[in-house]
């Protein structure tokens, strides 16, 4: 007998409480574990991480490998990962079959941390989940452009894949509902519109009805950069994810940004 959906979400952050919404909307019994908490997997089927690897390697499975390995009715592992480990690829696009290559120590750990949980769930269904840059509600251009910090830096031709929360959680509750062979699979999470920064702020400004922010040359910008938004600046990619999308059986609800700014502004945003 099948035991009946329990899902335990490692991160009770932006992403894993959209999820585990989603998960609770459609009738799955929920709970959310933070790093103080020791969580009974007892009755586990389905197991996602949301939390970043530290220096010592990913901090769940270091105090919890042994009890995921043990769990008794656990059959699906994922885990939320960043695109940010296709390394940087001159603006060429990469898909699910394009071998790593991270160029930060971050984006390292991340693909070490990738490794870490495919081999923790050996012999149950494992998503790696690569995700592109996250937005949503109280995460948009909107809060800068608000509270005028908001920067159009003028860098021509370097883009950035985006990712709706709402899409994470859709793209999420797909895999889970699937009936899957044991076995890694690779998914990327980015919308179907690839686009400069400066764009995206352009357009939320539009929404607004504010002035659109003046241009900042990129190199007087790099000054003032934090070392997070440098890594990010250092990489130029496009991503695709038909493979994934035809996987899931799923289009996304926020294919550009456009679609999703303008719904989130509509729900008061």
Not at 29 to 45: C, E, K, M, S, Y
Request: glycine share 10%; with cysteine.
């Amino acid at each position: 007998m099948t035991a009946a959906p329990r899902l335990l979400v490692f991160g009770p952050g932006y992403s894993g409480r959209a999820v585990a919404g989603a998960a609770e909307a459609a009738g799955w019994a929920v709970a959310l574990a933070g790093r103080a908490d020791a969580p009974d997997l007892g009755a586990v089927t389905h197991l996602l991480s949301t939390v970043p690897p530290g220096e010592d390697g990913d901090p769940v499975l270091a105090r919890f490998g042994a009890t995921i390995a043990a769990a008794p009715v656990l059959r699906w592992i994922g885990y939320l990962s960043t695109t940010g480990v296709y390394g940087d690829r001159a603006g060429a696009w990469v898909d699910e079959a394009t071998p790593p290559l991270p160029g930060s120590d971050r984006s390292r750990r991340r693909l070490a941390a990738e490794r870490e949980w495919e081999a923790a769930g050996a012999g149950r269904a494992v998503d790696i989940f690569r995700l592109a840059g996250i937005y949503g509600p109280g995460r948009t251009p909107f809060e800068d452009l608000r509270a005028g910090r908001a920067r159009r830096i003028n860098r021509p031709g370097h883009v950035f894949g985006r990712i709706h929360r709402d899409d994470i959680a859709r793209a999420v509750m797909a895999a889970m509902a699937q009936d899957r062979a044991p076995g890694v699979r690779v998914l990327n999470l980015s919308d179907d519109d690839p686009a400069e920064p400066q764009a995206v702020i352009a357009e939320a400004a539009r929404l607004l009805g504010l002035p659109v922010p003046p241009l900042v040359p990129f190199d007087a910008a790099w000054e003032s950069m934090s070392p997070m938004a440098r890594s990010f600046w250092a990489e130029n990619r496009k991503v695709d994810c038909r493979r994934t999308k035809s996987a899931l059986g799923i289009e996304w609800r926020y294919p550009s940004y456009r679609d999703g700014l303008r719904a989130i502004l509509a729900e008061g945003g």
